[in-house]
């Protein structure tokens, strides 16, 4: 049995890396399989994740045309300027009031083996827990995703001595209110998300648990091909 969760979704960036190839701000609106990137993880969090509700964080930039794409299956709410992918999700989580948040990011492809890979991880464990979706990426790659090598709670023994890097890679779930207060005590300045996993499982009786991904960032060129 999930606690209540519910989802949210950071479709706010200006996909800087894709300029010239698509529209500021307007990556999650990409199509694939005759769905937007958005609208198909808004499907995923509601009937996939079983979520309560799926929060959207916009920017100015594309929330017309996402509140018309998704006609009212979400909340949205608006990141005025967007800074960073962390304060995206502070403002995100004011809309929520379950006991577990599921967090996606609005230009990542993510088949629902994934999905249920992350939660089942849940099921299995009744202890407050931090459920990530990772896959290992080769060398020069796994340099523009999150990577969780270094990060100070332990890789899986058959991880640590392969000559790949843990990358997150599709959602993570962590309780609600542990997540609300870390992000309250970073400052502007703090953007990088593995801070809030190492402070989050620094934090008992939080613990990590690993979910295998097969989820796609399409956020450079090169994915999108």
Known sequence: ??????????AA??????KGLVPTAMKPLLVYNGQTLVGRLVQQALEVANAEKAVVVCSPL???????VLQGKSHIILQPSPTSPLDALRIGLQLCDSPLVMVLCGDNIVP??????VLGCIRDFDQPALT????TVEGQDARRFTRLVNARFEAPQEAVGQATSLCWIGPFVAPTEALRSILEGFGAETDQFA???NELTATPPHRLHF????AADIGVPEEIA
Do not use: W, Y
């Open 1 to 10: 049995m999930i606690p209540r969760m519910d989802a949210v979704i950071l």
């Open 13 to 18: 960036g200006h996909n800087k890396r894709l």
């Open 62 to 68: 594309n929330a017309q045309p996402i509140c018309e």
């Open 112 to 117: 629902d083996k994934t999905m249920n890979n």
């Open 132 to 135: 990530i979706a990772l896959r």
């Open 195 to 197: 801070d809030v996993f």
């Open 211 to 214: 979910a295998e991904s097969d």
